[in-house]
């Protein structure tokens, strides 16, 4: 069973969160991101070999514009395979875990498998950018203390519009909240 | 055929030779007397609500029928199958032999539950028969697992006899399949370690996270991974090894000769250590000249590593074993690299080569020195110095540099033969190379740290002087008693002479700090160097290149955690997952698994070296004791 809704990112651009329902135990969220613009990819190409040729002009040096391709091109391999993230997706499957995965534009995933014993508790992050922004996040349970929370980890990397966050944030939660108040009562929020 | 059943029927457990096999009974076997429940239920109770996982090796999916032998978690309600075993075989037999696995490794099997691989779609007597093996051999709850041939349906079942421990909760359990690589999850190591009980402590209990209590089970349950199908066992088991036991001749071979050669290298490192640990090396100058060369500190860590490495006694735990197996690549790299240079270095000659330009690179150095003199004794950046104390200082130290010259070409006839000695040595490895290079340089940059002491001491006590005038002209004193500054009357020819020397000091201080600017920067320069040179030693000395060159090749050795991906779902049937292992990262494996390093970190951080610059005091920015002497 699958159903996806669109929304907007910070930046404007369309993000789609599509929900895929496996069993009762087994549920997928993803969220795909805006793919890379071409226009934003040209301008910036422009830029870095205008700034280029105008050093050469000074210079006399070609070496300035061959490094400027190197630079161009690394840059351009770096950016797509360690920033540009296509897709992210939440597999959370009952009484297993929660299993994280984002998808870069290269073809690298990076998957994060969190184990059910270890989660204490789901919360909804605001942040300040700009305006308002909400984001899931996921409390670990700290071996030592029984009471503290080792680590905070945030769901997804990509940030919804300030609007549609909480939206996307309650929506993902109260999925998210169900599945784990089966197993787990305490979690539900009161 | 249906003799066979009823005679297993009727004999029970006691008989050894009611051989089970599969076939269609001519009758529904009456209700065979409970057997007393030996492979009883390891805990009945369970989670409320969770759903049964089974845990199933990929390389069974294609075996043939049988029974599933494994270990049940009823914390994490969860069955970890290992091994299945095949008909025709006797109940004993595979009680014995789970027995004799549980002895040997402390994890406590059992037969979880029945595994039918069907031919046609007609097979139901198979069916049945394979229902009422749950009477032999009783456990909570019993799996069922079945698929048909070449198909990817499957369906399970997982039941119990028992009456349930809640009044609304289920007969049959909701069961969720969890497909693993055996061999994979068998050679895997988690990363961070979970703490895994004590083997003599008795049976392993599942304290350990979920995940890490299958990898436990599975790394522990070697005895029953020894057996492949040519063996001619009382017992036909199907797992990962059951193709043929994985050997390697190479591998025995190693082990075999492993033993006496790290006897017979443990000797000789002993013999070495004791060697340098005799008294001659402990009298005053040779103890000075060692505890001063780096390269001295490089063979002592080098030697110390090799102890670890060739020690009789076997490795405790993993991390022993991936830190041994690090040294030992690093110091063969190491000692490769060296070779490398080595041949390099004595072929055409270069060290002639070297040794000739030499001299007249030390000679141009001096000239360049001797000018930057002839420059501060003028008028240096158009400031004016006070002429008498620039001439002084400025002959002092063209003299020292002269002397220097003459040194330098008194031994430069040897200088072709010391270096050959020294290219020798590059054998012992690439580290020692550039550790005998970092002293060369010391040793040949002499003067410019000889100029910097004087440079700096003239500077300190000129600031000392200064301060303390500074104080009389304000009609303080330093009170050493209370540590600080009290108010002092002094008589008036103190003041007189007081103010007098101070006057004389300040406008000195332009020179002295000049000279002594000049010379810190040329040492800074110096010690930049060699930092650099002792950075790539200590990078070569420490990077785990075993732990890298595993994660690269082999990646699922070392796993930083798991991985699932649903495999194809219908609905109403089981949910099917496939559990991989996630590789830890290159950062991570850096840090897990770096070796240590000699030690000779930079003791102080940027702001004081800032203050003892301003102050004049002496940087010893490698060692804690004095510096290098000819």
Redesign the interface.
């Known amino acids: 069973m699958e159903d996806e809704q669109s929304f907007s990112d910070i930046c404007g651009g369309r993000l789609a969160l599509q929900r895929r329902y496996y069993s009762s135990s087994c549920r997928e969220f993803c969220l795909s991101c805006p793919r890379l613009s071409l226009r934003s990819l040209t301008a910036v190409t422009c830029t870095v070999w205008l700034a280029a040729y105008g050093l050469f002009t000074l210079c006399e040096n070609s070496m300035i514009l061959s490094a400027a391709i190197f630079i161009t091109l690394l840059g351009l391999l770096g950016y797509l395979h360690f920033v540009k993230i296509d897709q992210e997706t939440l597999l959370i499957i009952d009484s297993l875990g929660i299993q994280m995965t984002s998808s870069y534009a290269s073809g690298k995933e990076c998957t994060t498998f969190i184990e059910m014993g270890k989660v204490k508790d789901v919360v909804i992050n605001e942040a300040v950018y700009m305006k308002v922004i909400y984001y899931l996040c996921i409390l670990l349970k700290d071996p030592v203390e029984p009471d503290g929370i080792s680590q905070v980890v945030p769901v997804f990397q990509t940030f919804t519009a300030c609007d549609i966050s909480e939206k996307v944030c309650l929506l993902l939660s109260s999925c998210f909240l169900s599945h784990l108040g089966a197993v787990w009562p305490e979690l539900l929020p009161l | 055929m249906g003799l066979v059943s009823r005679g297993a029927a009727a004999a029970g457990l006691g008989a050894a030779s009611a051989v089970v096999r599969p076939g269609p009974p001519d009758a529904v076997p009456h209700p065979i007397p409970t057997p007393p429940p030996e492979s009883a239920a390891l805990g009945s109770s369970r989670?409320p609500?969770?759903?049964l996982?089974a845990f199933f090796p990929t390389c069974c999916a294609s075996a043939d029928s049988g029974l599933l032998v494994g270990r049940w978690v009823p914390e994490?309600?969860s069955a970890v199958v290992l091994a299945v075993v095949h008909f025709p075989f006797i109940p004993i037999q595979v009680k014995e032999l789970l027995a004799q696995v549980h002895q040997a490794s402390r994890v406590g099997l059992a037969v979880l539950g029945t595994w039918c691989h069907r031919r046609q779609e007609t097979e139901e007597s198979l069916g049945h028969f394979l229902e009422g093996l749950g009477a032999i051999f009783s456990h909570e709850p019993w799996l069922q697992l079945c698929r048909e041939r070449g198909s990817k349906l499957w369906s399970c079942k997982a039941t119990r006899r028992q009456v349930p421990p809640h009044p609304g909760a289920p007969y049959e359990d909701?069961v969720?399949l969890?497909f693993y690589d055996q061999r994979k999850v068998l050679l895997s190591q988690l990363h961070p370690p979970a703490a895994v009980p004590d083997r003599q402590a008795g049976d392993a209990t599942a304290s350990a996270?979920?995940?890490a209590a299958v990898f436990d089970t599975v790394a522990r349950s070697e005895a029953l991974f020894r057996s492949d199908r040519f063996d001619e066992g009382p017992v036909r088991l199907s797992h990962w090894q059951s193709e043929g036991v994985e050997a390697s001749i190479l591998a025995e071979l190693a082990k075999r000769a492993s033993g006496p050669i790290c006897v017979l290298l443990a000797c000789l490192l002993s013999l070495i250590s004791a060697a340098s640990a005799c008294r001659v090396f402990k009298l005053w100058p040779l103890s000075f000249i060692w505890s001063k060369l780096s390269v001295c500190e490089q063979l002592r860590h080098r030697l110390e590593q090799l102890t670890l490495v060739f020690s009789t006694q076997k490795a405790e735990n993993p991390t022993q074993l991936m830190r041994k197996a690090n040294v030992l690549v690093s110091v063969l790299l190491d000692v490769a690299l060296g070779l490398a240079l080595l041949s390099w270095l004595h072929g055409k000659d270069r060290i002639g080569q070297l040794a000739e330009a030499l001299v007249p690179v030390a000679d141009h150095v001096a000239e360049e020195l001797q000018h930057l003199l002839q420059w501060l004794m003028g008028a240096p950046a158009g400031l004016k110095m006070n002429r008498a104390l620039d001439q002084v200082l400025g002959r002092f130290f063209l003299y020292h540099l002269h002397l220097w010259i003459s040194y330098i070409h008194l031994m430069s006839p040897f200088i072709e033969r010391i270096l050959w000695h020294v290219g020798l040595s590059a054998c012992l490895g690439l580290t020692v190379a550039l550790s005998i290079l970092s002293d060369i340089i010391a040793l040949l940059t002499f003067h410019i740290y000889c100029f910097y002491v004087y440079g700096a001491r003239l500077y300190c006590l000129k600031i000392c002087g200064l301060s303390s005038l500074w104080r009389l002209f304000r009609g303080k004193k330093w009170n050493v008693l209370r540590q600080r500054v009290d108010s002092c009357s002094y008589d008036l020819d103190q003041l007189f002479i007081g103010t007098l020397l101070f006057t004389i000091l300040v406008f000195l201080l332009p020179t002295t700090a000049l000279y002594y600017l000049v010379f810190t920067l040329l040492r800074l320069l110096v010690v930049a160097v060699q930092g650099l040179i002792h950075l790539l030693v200590d990078l070569i000395n420490s990077l785990p290149l075993y732990s890298l060159g595993l994660r690269l090749c082999r990646p699922y050795r070392l796993a930083a955690?798991?991985?699932?991906r649903?495999l194809e779902?219908e609905a109403g049937r089981p949910?099917r997952?496939l559990m991989q292992i996630?590789p830890l990262p290159y950062c991570r494996v850096v840090h897990t698994y770096r070796l240590p390093s000699c030690g000779c970190h930079p003791t102080h951080s940027w702001g004081s070296l800032c203050r003892k610059l301003f102050f004049g005091e002496l940087i010893y920015p490698w060692r804690q004791r004095g510096d290098k002497q000819d």
């Open positions: 989670m609500g969770m759903v996982k994490q309600s909701q969720m969890v996270g979920g995940l955690g798991v991985k699932f649903v779902h949910l997952l996630n």
